[in-house]
């Protein structure tokens, strides 16, 4: 029996005890809470560039049958994009300080933590700010016009599945770099999801060769969901859209935390 144990998979990716990772990102940025407020800014200068500018330049985008302003279409897709820059923030930059500077997960492991508790306490604390800062998005599209119907409230847990998506895989990413050199392949990554994910303009003006591989961009996937349930477009391809998130977070987690056990568990 023991030897059959030993041969099984270890699916487990946390305990209730992450919780206490996720408080002590909580009591840490306290003495921070200046850059943590300032986030919420974000939205309001996003969506006002918008509205004052493009907005009456571009005109109106045809999606789905309807037709909507160019802020209502971007400003779902700039929601994404806040999303994916958030987890891959929290993800991957401070989790490295954490783990290679810092080393604050070693005197963590003294306690009945363990590996997988502090991959998903992380995924916790990413998926706790970026639903703060939904929040605000969410409220700031309401008030500049940019919502397409009440069914907007329902992109704040597109948001948060989006954030799990980018943060389990930012997570990952993490345990690969080997020194603050290597970011810049996150850049290099990270700037083509942006400005190729029918964040800006609809997938149909791409040219036919460049939609069929931006179709499979986690950004366009998280922006066409949040984009339909904005507009109260919903359709069968939303679960696609939802099933390739979640599906990609848990495979990001996964890698991860085998990462992380490798790592801090030798």
């Given at each position: 029996?023991?030897?059959?144990?030993?041969?099984?998979?270890?699916?487990r990716?946390?305990?209730r005890?992450s919780?206490?990772?996720?408080?002590r990102?909580?009591m840490?940025?306290?003495?921070?809470?200046?850059?943590?407020?300032?986030g919420?800014?974000?939205?309001?200068?996003?969506?006002?560039?918008?509205g004052?500018g493009l907005?009456?330049l571009v005109g109106?985008?045809?999606?789905?049958?309807?037709?909507?302003?160019?802020?209502?279409?971007?400003?779902?897709g700039?929601l994404?994009?806040?999303?994916?820059?958030?987890?891959i923030?929290d993800?991957i930059?401070?989790?490295?300080?954490?783990?290679?500077?810092?080393?604050?997960?070693?005197?963590v492991?003294?306690?009945?933590l363990?590996?997988?508790d502090?991959?998903?306490?992380?995924?916790w604390?990413s998926?706790t700010?970026g639903?703060?800062?939904a929040?605000?998005?969410?409220?700031?599209?309401?008030l500049?016009g940019?919502?397409?119907?009440p069914?907007?409230?329902?992109?704040?847990?597109?948001?948060v599945?989006?954030?799990?998506c980018?943060?389990c895989?930012?997570l990952?990413?993490?345990?690969?770099?080997?020194?603050?050199?290597?970011?810049?392949?996150?850049?290099?990554?990270?700037l083509?999801?942006f400005?190729?994910?029918?964040t800006f303009?609809?997938?149909?003006l791409?040219p036919s060769?460049?939609?069929?591989?931006?179709?499979f961009?986690?950004?366009?996937?998280s922006?066409a969901l949040?984009?339909?349930?904005?507009?109260?477009?919903?359709?069968?391809v939303?679960?696609?859209?939802?099933?390739?998130l979640?599906v990609?977070g848990?495979?990001?987690?996964?890698?991860?935390?085998?990462?992380?056990?490798?790592?801090l568990a030798p």
């Open positions: 029996m023991n030897a059959v144990l030993r041969l099984t998979p270890q699916w990716f946390g305990s005890r919780l206490y990772i996720l408080e990102n909580i840490a940025y306290k003495r921070q809470w200046p850059v943590f407020v300032s919420f800014f974000e939205p309001l200068f996003y969506l006002l560039s918008i004052i907005n009456h109106d985008v045809h999606v789905g049958g309807t037709t909507i302003s160019y802020g209502a279409f971007v400003a779902p700039m994404a994009t806040s999303a994916m820059n958030g987890g923030i993800s930059f401070n989790v490295f300080f954490k783990l290679k500077v810092s080393r604050v997960y070693e005197p492991l003294a306690t009945p363990d590996v997988n502090i991959a998903l306490g992380e995924v604390w998926l700010r639903a703060l800062y929040t605000s998005f969410i409220i700031c599209m309401v500049l940019d919502a397409g119907s069914w907007v409230v329902l992109c704040l847990p597109g948001t599945l989006t954030s799990f980018f943060a895989v930012g990952a990413a993490c345990t690969y770099l080997r020194s603050w050199q290597d970011f810049d392949a996150v850049n290099i990554v990270q083509p999801l400005l190729f994910s029918a303009f609809p997938l149909s791409y060769w460049l939609a069929s591989i931006v179709v961009s986690p950004l366009y996937q922006a949040l984009r339909g349930l904005s507009l109260g477009q919903f359709s069968w939303m679960l696609i859209h939802v099933s390739y979640f990609m848990m495979v990001g987690l996964a890698i991860a935390a085998r990462r992380f056990r490798r790592i």
